[in-house]
RNA sequence: GUGACUGUAGCUCAAUUGGUUAGAGCACCGGACUGUGGCUCCGGGGGUUGCGGGUUCAAUUCCCGUCAGUCACCCCA
């Protein structure tokens, strides 16, 4: 293999880079529907604005080093930092609630594996200042937009839906501690991706009796709304939990999405800042990994800029949803061509043709023509090559003729105002 | 960072048990069809067999290392 892009890393291509293009557009297409304005900021961010959130450990994972200036930096591994800074220093003066998001190309140095590079361009969508849940179902609402206008169905995509809020209080009731609680939510975060003996093995090394480790279990099953309040519904918090989500799933229902949703308490994003209600999109048959991930992190603008706001939001990738779509045909495969292929028939024509070509140039259309002369059947072969849909052919006596490659067929026309009629 | 598997033209793959100058299709460039494309035919460019070392008369083939890829673990902000 010759030398290629760094590990990790990717060369776009034009076909590569048409798809990217065509991810992105819909990204922003959406977003910029659902009334989100699209900001950006650095590439390059101080080391401690990463270190002070998730602590020393997360350096093996950032692309850092020590600037001329002596200064520690990074590359930006995710978005949410720079966001809650850009917020936080402006936020007296942003109207509420601030609908931004922006199209980041991020790095992580990590091994790479399926679904997982050292950069990729990510959707951030966020809210600030807004404590409803019609907030939370607004963003989902984005997501599943996003996927929906892309050709993906909710039998392809499946929104999965938990609350942190209410985990806690339910195994607040189980008799679990403040302390064991971070422990439990990891058991539950890989219940999936390990044998269920490990899982209870781990649960129980934490202190847990066998009954509660039982029921732990049993809340990582198939779990509705009703069937939780009937178990656990006289505990008030839990209550005043589930009375929000319900209220949720009822906005989902009136945004028209509810059927993606459903509830799943194994959904605990990582162990990061969220403090509600977090959400990921996956495939509805398990092939590849989330799609996209969410949720409410009320406290974090407080401890990275100092300005108490709730907030929420999402990173939808670049990487997974493109490996999904080509699965699923649902990529553009090809290239679009020139709109018109002009052709000549006689050596001197060519700066007809340039003419001609610069007129439909400034006029809109996308024009290519042969640099070099070329026997006519070699340009029209070029034409079809390039996949223009229609070649304008100059003939000797100066006609312009129209020919669609598709079908053949031709028409006399003639060059008004940079169109051909 | 750990482990398993895999590396031959741009792509998909060949190459008797280790044996001459590493082939084919697609793609690309050129030519023929005498100048309106798609088809067909002919020709051409393109490989230090990922890289380095070892064994051997001889290595794409066997061994070691290294780099890269794939997958899993770790981690997933």
């Known amino acids: 293999m010759a030398k290629g892009a760094l590990p990790g890393f990717r060369d776009f291509y034009p076909q590569e880079f048409a798809e990217r293009d065509y991810l992105l557009k819909h990204w922003r297409d959406v977003a910029r529907r659902f009334a989100f304005v699209e900001y950006d900021g650095p590439p390059l961010e101080p080391l401690d604005l990463y270190t002070k959130k998730s602590g020393d450990e997360i350096v093996g994972q950032l692309y850092n080093f020590t600037d001329k200036g002596g200064r520690e930096i990074s590359l930006r591994p995710e978005m949410t930092p720079t966001f809650a800074r850009m917020v936080a220093a402006r936020a007296n003066a942003l109207r509420k609630p601030v609908r931004w998001f922006s199209v980041p190309q991020l790095f992580r140095y990590e091994r790479q594996q399926k679904g997982r590079l050292r950069e990729h361009f990510q959707l951030n969508v966020d809210i600030v200042g807004e404590v409803d849940v019609a907030a939370d179902a607004e963003l989902l609402s984005v997501a599943i937009e996003i996927v929906r206008v892309l050709g993906l169905t909710q039998n392809d995509v499946r929104a999965r839906i938990s609350d942190r809020r209410l985990l806690r209080a339910l195994l607040a009731t189980l008799g679990v501690s403040e302390e064991q609680s971070g422990g439990v939510f990891a058991v539950i975060d890989k219940i999936e991706r390990q044998p269920l003996d490990i899982s209870r093995e781990k649960l129980s090394a934490l202190g847990l009796a066998d009954g509660v480790v039982e029921r732990i279990i049993g809340l990582t099953g198939r779990v509705s709304l009703d069937g939780l309040r009937a178990e656990y519904g006289a505990d008030a918090a839990v209550n005043e939990c589930l009375g929000e989500l319900g209220r949720y799933f009822d ?7 509810g059927a993606w949703a459903e509830l799943d308490l194994k959904i605990v994003r990582g162990l990061a800042y969220y403090t509600g ?33 709730p907030a929420l939001g999402f990173g939808m990738g670049d990487v997974v949803l493109g490996e999904l779509l080509r699965h699923r045909g649902l990529m553009p495969a090809t290239l679009a061509g020139p709109d018109y292929w002009v052709a000549y028939s006689e050596p001197a024509q060519r700066a007809e043709a340039m003419r001609v070509s610069q007129a439909l140039r400034r006029a809109g259309a996308s024009v290519e ?47 008004s105002e940079g169109r051909l009629v």
């Open 369 to 415: 023509y042969a640099l070099r002369p070329q026997q006519l059947g070699r340009q029209l072969k070029a034409a079809s090559a390039a996949g223009a849909p229609e070649a304008v052919i100059l003939r000797e006596d100066g006609t312009l003729i129209l020919k669609s490659l598709a079908s053949g067929e031709e028409r006399t026309v003639r060059l």
């Open 251 to 257: 906005c989902l229902d009136a945004l028209g999405v």
């Open 277 to 309: 209600i977090v959400f990921e999109l996956f495939d509805a048959h398990g092939e590849f990994r989330a799609i996209c991930g969410g949720g409410r992190y009320d406290t974090l603008l407080k401890s990275l800029g100092g300005v108490d706001l």
